[in-house]
T-cell receptor, first 110, second 115 residues
Framework: QKEVEQDPGPLSVPEGAIVSLNCTYS??????FMWYRQYSRKGPELLMY????GNKEDGRFTAQVDKSSKYISLFIRDSQPSDSATYLC??????????FGQGTRLTINP | NAGVTQTPKFQVLKTGQSMTLQCAQD?????MSWYRQDPGMGLRLIHY???????DQGEVPNGYNVSRSTTEDFPLRLLSAAPSQTSVYFC??????????????FGEGSWLTVV
């Protein structure tokens, strides 16, 4: 069983829709939770991070963590075609290691 | 604004050949790492380094060697390429180990095909 599970999609939604991306994890030792965005043929870039249960907002993006359920989510409001990318969740365990989900490929249709 | 630079961008190897993927960063980062990205598998850590002269294994180290003789460079060596090593390789760096607040910067990736 993978430590982090993420639905690979693909997910296709119309412009302006609210997008929900999710990951589940099995290791209670995970401390920090991150979302990366990866455009085609590019390296991942950090979008948001959080380390506690609850919500964190940044513009149109909201990261949500539920440690009791081992479940994290990323919500995108008023989605734009420029949001089309692969979104990867990542979690830190120990001092040095990041564990990534498989990534969800998202397409926003104009 | 070089950031993390990886070379080559694309490479085709024959089974059994060896090669080195180069990675350099100009941000004076201590922490550097190599990941491979395969369909349905996400990013998996191969090797990492917390500073010059210090390296350690990640999740999938077999078939790869690394060294860190300078802060700037962290090459990844494939000793005897196998088709299972066909993948996209990403080098990453950050000022310290990857906690939030220390942004991890990824290179553009190196596409490797082993035939």
């Amino acid at each position: 069983q993978k430590e982090v599970e993420q639905d690979p999609g693909p997910l296709s939604v119309p412009e302006g829709a609210i997008v929900s991306l999710n990951c589940t994890y099995s290791n209670s030792a995970f401390q920090y939770f991150m979302w990366y965005r990866q455009y085609s043929r590019k390296g991942p870039e950090l979008l948001m991070y959080t380390y506690s249960s609850g919500n964190k907002e940044d513009g149109r993006f909201t990261a949500q963590v539920d440690k009791s359920s081992k479940y994290i989510s990323l919500f995108i409001r008023d989605s734009q075609p420029s949001d089309s990318a692969t979104y990867l969740c990542a979690m830190k365990v120990g001092a040095q290691k990041l564990v990534f989900g498989q990534g969800t490929r998202l397409t926003i249709n104009p | 604004n070089a950031g993390v630079t990886q070379t080559p961008k694309f490479q085709v190897l024959k089974t059994g050949q060896s090669m080195t993927l180069q990675c350099a960063q100009d941000m004076n980062h201590e922490y550097m790492s190599w990941y491979r990205q395969d369909p349905g598998m996400g990013l998996r850590l191969i090797h990492y380094s917390v500073g010059a002269g210090i390296t350690d294994q990640g999740e999938v180290p077999n078939g790869y060697n690394v060294s860190r003789s300078t802060t700037e460079d962290f090459p990844l060596r494939l000793l005897s390429a196998a088709p299972s090593q066909t993948s996209v390789y990403f080098c990453a760096s950050s000022y310290s180990f990857p906690i939030p607040g220390n942004t991890i910067y990824f290179g553009e990736g190196s596409w490797l095909t082993v035939v």
